[in-house]
């Protein structure tokens, strides 16, 4: 599986944006998929989930801001964040598995995209 993150960019506090991970390969309907976040100067964190089954979960730091879903049809999972803040500053990564555990620990995760930059100005 290959993963490939766009949507980034340079926005202000207040507005939205829509990250998405497209994937290559064969049973991608089959893996969990995660957005993380690495921020300036520290560690890359959880940010979404998204089991096979359409579960999700959160990071708290998101909660009720960002939206992750995604189209088998097209191998393709979105963030969808909204009210971003200066905060949300970061490089969004994709990250694919079949185990949810290695994607909500952030271990052993098979595969990762390249990441998008997104800043958020004040």
């Known amino acids: 599986v290959q993963l490939q993150a766009s949507g980034g960019g340079l926005v202000q506090a207040g507005d939205s944006l829509r990250l998405s991970c497209a994937a290559s390969g064969r049973a991608f309907s089959s893996y969990a998929v995660g957005w993380f976040r690495q921020a300036p100067g520290k560690e890359r964190v959880f940010a979404a989930l998204i089991t096979s089954g359409g579960s999700t979960n959160y990071a708290d730091s998101v909660k009720g801001r960002f939206t992750i879903s995604r189209d088998n049809a097209k191998n393709t999972v979105f963030l969808q964040m909204n009210t971003l803040k200066p905060e949300d500053t970061a490089v969004y990564y994709c990250?694919?598995?079949?185990?949810?555990?290695?994607?909500?620990?952030?271990?052993?995760?098979?595969?990762w995209g390249k990441g998008t930059q997104v800043t958020v100005s004040s």
């Open positions: 990250a694919a598995d079949r185990s949810t555990t290695s994607i909500m620990r952030n271990k052993g995760i098979d595969y």
